[in-house]
């Protein structure tokens, strides 16, 4: 069973500091990666998604990598700011050997906060 | 486009009572997903729909009932509902596997259900 693992649980960090979040997951037969942001009692937002054969994906100041045979992605954001505070999960998605369908696998996310 | 929509955006029901979840996308996206989410769990799958007629059973279906009588709505119910069903709900959708445009699950914003 896939099981993703996401270090830290929790980030504080400093305005304009660069960091990185990580996210590992023990089987490497995925379909792709996704990486969500979500507020406080809010749904999920998609920032980057990267299929199993792409090694990193970039919007903005945000740049996912992916590492299929190690079993590891790191999202970095660049120049962080106050606005980024939020829980960021990392889900990967593989093929359900039943129905054909694909489902989601989720981390239990980072809590990232950044001080002004 | 209004994205996935979810009602009701919060629900209190008492032991034994029943009710149903609605979701709605108007992406044209085949497949359809429920999450639940909880603390310290993370998000985990109860059942998800390839089409529409069509729903398979996910990590956690227990308690739960689904259908997808049409391609833009998906309907979660609870038959009887238990305290263990408190948690926030979060519908998804996404492309079939069969299009280049698959791989991104896009979320609703969630119904917050307390069962007393």
């Known amino acids: 069973k896939q099981e993703v693992t996401q270090i830290p649980a929790a980030l504080s960090v400093p305005e304009g500091e660069n960091l990185v979040l990580n996210c590992s997951f023990t089987?490497?037969?995925?379909?792709?990666l996704q990486w969500f942001r979500q507020d406080p009692g809010k749904g999920l937002t998609s920032l980057l998604l990267?299929?199993?054969?792409?090694r990193e994906q970039t919007s903005g100041r945000l740049n996912a990598s992916l590492d299929k045979s190690s079993g590891r992605s790191t999202l970095y954001i660049a120049a962080s700011q106050p606005g980024d505070s939020a829980t960021y999960l990392c889900?990967?998605?593989?093929?359900?050997?039943?129905?054909?369908?694909?489902?989601?696998?989720f981390g239990k996310g980072t809590k990232l906060s950044v001080i002004p | 486009n209004a994205g996935v929509t979810q009602t009701p955006k919060f629900r209190v029901l008492k032991t034994g009572q029943s009710m149903t979840l609605l979701c709605a996308q108007d992406?044209?996206?085949?497949?359809m997903y429920w999450y639940r989410q909880d603390p310290g769990m993370g998000l985990r799958l109860i059942h998800y729909?390839?089409?529409?007629?069509?729903?398979a059973k996910g990590e956690v279906p227990d308690g739960y009932n689904v259908s997808r009588l049409k391609k833009q709505n998906f309907l979660l119910g609870l038959e009887s509902a238990a305290p263990s069903q408190t948690s926030v709900y979060f519908c998804?959708?996404?492309?079939?596997?069969?299009?280049?445009?698959?791989?991104?699950?896009?979320f609703g914003p969630g119904t917050r259900l307390t069962v007393l």
């Open positions: 889900a990967v998605k593989e093929k359900d050997s039943g129905a054909g369908s694909y489902q989601l696998t």
């Open positions: 729909s390839v089409g529409e007629g069509t729903t």
């Open positions: 998804a959708s996404s492309y079939s596997v069969l299009k280049p445009q698959s791989g991104e699950q896009f």
């Open positions: 089987d490497s037969a995925i379909y792709n």
């Open positions: 992406m044209n996206h085949e497949y």
């Open positions: 990267i299929q199993s054969s792409q």
